[in-house]
Structure formats: structure tokens, C-alpha cells
């Protein structure tokens, strides 16, 4: 199977991200402010967020929506899941 890296230089305004995401405006900046997903970059009056981003925001998403956890539990997986990515980063330098 093949793996379909996401692009790092598109990104999508928040409009964009909430019809992608079914996330709500008020749920994408509290993600911000909890660090959990960030803006690519921010243009002032609105934030631009890359398809990275885009993904991890589905993600929080479906384990809210379809496994109704809580927001103590999402930071945790979402932490674990930072873990895993930085080992396999290692891992990936040391070969």
C-alpha cells in the first residue's frame, strides 16, 4: 500500500478546515491554545493551517466523535502519539 505523504506547502484557512474536519472554529483554537495542532502560519486575521495539521485535527476528531473520549484522554493519545513519531525519527537518523 502506498502512503500518500501530505504536501507541506498547501494550506487551508480556517473556513476550509472546519468544512474538512467538522470541527467547529471554537474547537480548532482551543486545540491551538492547548498546543495540540498549529497554524502553519498566521495572517493576522485569520490562521492558515497545512494539511499536517489538517489530518491531526481529523484524527482529535474521530476519537472525540466516534470513541466519545474526553479531552484528557485525546492529550494523551495525541502526546503518545508525538512520542512514537520522534522514535521513529530517531530511529530513522541512527540508520
Avoid at 476550509?16 to 480548532?28: E, F, H, M, N
Avoid at 491554545?33 to 476528531?61: M, N, T, Y
Avoid at 466519545?68 to 520522534?86: G, H, K, P, Y
Wanted: some cysteine.
Amino acid at each position: 500500500m502506498d502512503t500518500i505523504e501530505p504536501d507541506p506547502h498547501r494550506t487551508h484557512s480556517m473556513e476550509v478546515v472546519v468544512k474538512l474536519t467538522g470541527s467547529s472554529r471554537r474547537k480548532i483554537v482551543f486545540y491551538c491554545r492547548q498546543g495540540v495542532i498549529r497554524p502553519a502560519r498566521d495572517s493576522g486575521e485569520d490562521w492558515l493551517f497545512d494539511e499536517e495539521a489538517v489530518a491531526r485535527l481529523r484524527h482529535i476528531e474521530t476519537l472525540r466523535q466516534q470513541h466519545r473520549m474526553n479531552w484528557a484522554a485525546i492529550r494523551t493519545i495525541v502526546s503518545l502519539l508525538d512520542q512514537v513519531e520522534a522514535l521513529r525519527e530517531e530511529l530513522r537518523f541512527r540508520r
